[in-house]
């Protein structure tokens, strides 16, 4: 079974960082491209970053560009999502996500971003 | 970008019914690879968006054949029928052809 676990979210002020940890389980996560998608409060969804399966290639929208990085660790099966100079519109849900067949197939149950001061 | 625009927002439907969901994006969603990559999901209330239906008309695991969709180019449907209690929620179309992936604002699914 499929299992993808996010850590790392909590409250933090404005301009700060903060780093999300996904750790995945029941298939061969080298294998496959990952992703981060987050979904602010009451709103949509919303794409934020992908890495493909040997972590050589990235990419981002404009809106996190240059702020967020997205990271894996194939040994220890994990995804990360490096966040500096957080906003408020920052705020949301993060989920990781697997793509298979071009689609995020599987995702985490989610972890909450707060950006305040 | 490329923008989806997904319609109606809100659909009421009585059990058992059957309904159509719209996606249409600004642009043609054929990759150069000749696949078209259109997505949809249902995000249930409290729960992480789960896939349906991938590459406009194919079945994710275990999704029952009660979902079909449909479509080309730049529109697309989903088509839900026999609607069951576990059908609500919200609906999100995907494209993945490119960079950067967009999602549609969503479709809520209500009971009458």
């Known amino acids: 079974e499929v299992q993808l676990v996010e850590t790392g979210g909590g409250l933090v002020q404005p301009g700060r960082s903060l780093k999300l940890s996904c750790v995945a389980s029941?298939?061969?996560?080298?294998?496959?491209?990952m992703s981060w998608t987050r979904q602010a409060p009451g709103k949509g969804l919303e794409w934020v970053a992908s890495i493909t399966n040997s972590g050589g290639s990235t990419y981002y929208p404009d809106s996190v560009k240059g702020r967020f990085t997205i990271s894996r660790d194939n040994a220890q099966n994990t995804l990360y999502l490096q966040m500096n100079s957080l906003r408020s519109e920052d705020t949301a849900t993060y989920y990781c996500?697997?793509?298979?067949?071009?689609?995020?197939?599987?995702w985490g149950q989610g972890v909450m971003v707060t950006v305040s001061s | 970008d490329v923008l989806m625009t997904q319609t109606p927002v809100s659909l009421p439907v009585s059990l058992g019914g059957q309904v159509s969901i719209s996606c249409r994006s600004s642009q043609s969603l054929v990759h150069s690879d000749g696949n078209t990559y259109l997505h949809w999901y249902l995000q249930k209330p409290g729960q992480s968006p789960q896939l349906l239906i991938y590459?406009?008309?194919n079945r994710f695991s275990g999704v029952p054949d009660r979902f079909s969709g449909s479509g080309s180019g730049t529109d697309f449907t989903l088509k839900i029928s026999r609607v069951e209690p576990e059908d609500l929620g919200v609906y999100y179309c995907?494209?993945?052809?490119?960079?950067?992936?967009?999602f549609g604002a969503g479709t809520k699914l209500e009971l009458k």
């Open positions: 996500t697997r793509i298979g067949l071009w689609v995020f197939d599987y």
């Open positions: 590459r406009v008309s």
């Open positions: 029941g298939f061969t996560f080298n294998n496959y491209w």
């Open positions: 995907l494209q993945s052809t490119h960079f950067p992936y967009t």
